[in-house]
């Protein structure tokens, strides 16, 4: 069952999500319209468009415990369910290490590995080793608020096209910094040449969508000239936007922090699966896995009695829409600001957006399920 574009978030066929997460999505490139009025791009689609907008040129299915790229498994554990996240060949070389055998071939052998385990001592093990493993526990409870702001500096009068410098790949991102185009901003793109962004291995009709409205600069980061012009370059910036591990931009010599206090009415947003904060800075994570860590298959299970995954990669979508409106926000407001915006913590916000969040309130199957 391939979904238009306008759909709610699809599950498996016949099943749509319990929770509103396409209404999340509406509201925040809702928000983000309202600060640039004179910006149509940005009205051409709902925000939910954007959550189902690589599937639809993919043509992948979505297909219960696998998500529709085929990287990311739920598979059971010896107590309880694991999101398991494998998008890289340098992944699967790890699996040794992580599941302490040499005998692991393919899905199979993973599915056979992990299912005597312990669900928490197969997380840490993973996050160690850089791997994109989570449990499918439930959505916290209390209030989460999906951005926060950890670092600030001088305010400075904003100009009508920002300056905005995307050192992100993949989605989350990108999408990020295509809707800021759309709102006006210059936005300069930049790849490493020994790193490009990963959305290039994939289909090339989604990559261009994401940043055919972008400039782009390709830097040899292992140089020390390549740095130094890529420094450079973020001292003249308005907006950043970097969805790296914070100890990666450091040991290339790029302070976020330091940045700020030297430029002012600058906006840094930087995209985690977790957030800044140690440990979680470390923690590996990508659209799926994040959605899963955030309760939503638990949502799923609770609402239906099956283990599945919700949408394609949902988290990275639904975080570029409201990193798009928190950047643009803090930049009309005079900047200065650190934005930590984790996949993780969006998607919780977006499954207590309609209120608490329990066994009891979830909604089960039914014809009066509304799109979500």
């Known amino acids: 069952m391939i979904q238009v574009a306008h759909d709610p978030v699809p599950v498996a066929s016949g099943i749509v999500c319990p929770q509103p997460l396409a209404a999340s999505a509406d509201r925040a490139l809702a928000a983000l319209a309202e600060l640039a009025p004179d910006r149509p791009a940005l009205r051409a689609n709902p925000g939910r468009y954007y959550l189902t907008e690589r599937a639809a040129i993919t043509g992948n299915r979505h297909g219960g415990a696998v998500s529709p790229g085929g990287s990311c498994h739920l598979l059971p554990a010896a107590d309880g369910r694991l ?25 199979a052998g993973v599915a056979r590995a992990v299912a005597g385990r312990s669900a928490a001592d197969l997380v840490e093990r993973a996050r160690l080793l850089g791997l994109a493993v989570a449990e499918a526990g439930p959505p916290r409870t209390e209030p989460v608020p999906w951005f926060s702001v950890i670092a600030t500096g001088e305010t400075a009068p904003p100009g009508e096209a920002p300056l905005v410098v995307d050192l992100s790949s993949l989605w989350a991102g990108p999408l990020c910094g295509r809707l800021l185009a759309d709102a006006g901003a210059e936005v300069v793109k930049v790849e490493s040449t020994a790193r490009p962004d990963g959305a290039r291995f994939g289909p090339p009709e989604f990559y261009e969508r994401q940043n055919a409205a972008k400039s782009l600069l390709t830097l040899d980061l292992r140089t020390e000239a390549g740095v130094a012009e890529l420094t450079a370059l973020l001292r003249r910036a308005d907006i950043v936007i970097e969805a790296s591990r914070p100890r990666a931009l450091r040991q290339m010599g790029i302070d976020a922090e330091a940045l700020l206090r030297e430029r002012p009415g600058l906006v840094w947003v930087s995209i985690t699966g977790y957030g800044r904060e140690e440990p979680e800075g470390q923690w590996i994570a990508y659209g799926d896995d994040a ?13 239906t009695g099956e283990w599945m995954i919700a949408g394609d990669a949902i988290a990275d979508p639904l975080t570029g829409l409201h990193a798009a409106w928190a950047a643009w926000r803090a930049y009309r407001r005079g900047g200065g600001q650190l934005l930590s915006i984790a996949l993780c913590d969006v998607v919780t916000h977006a499954l207590q957006a309609s209120g608490p969040l329990n066994a009891e309130s979830i909604q089960r199957p039914s014809a009066r399920w509304i799109p979500c």
């Open 291 to 303: 959605a899963v860590a955030a309760g939503l298959s638990w949502v799923l299970h609770a609402a």
């Open 83 to 107: 999101a398991v996240n494998l998008p890289r060949s340098d992944d699967w070389e790890l699996l040794p290490a992580w599941l302490e055998s040499d005998d692991v071939e393919g899905w």
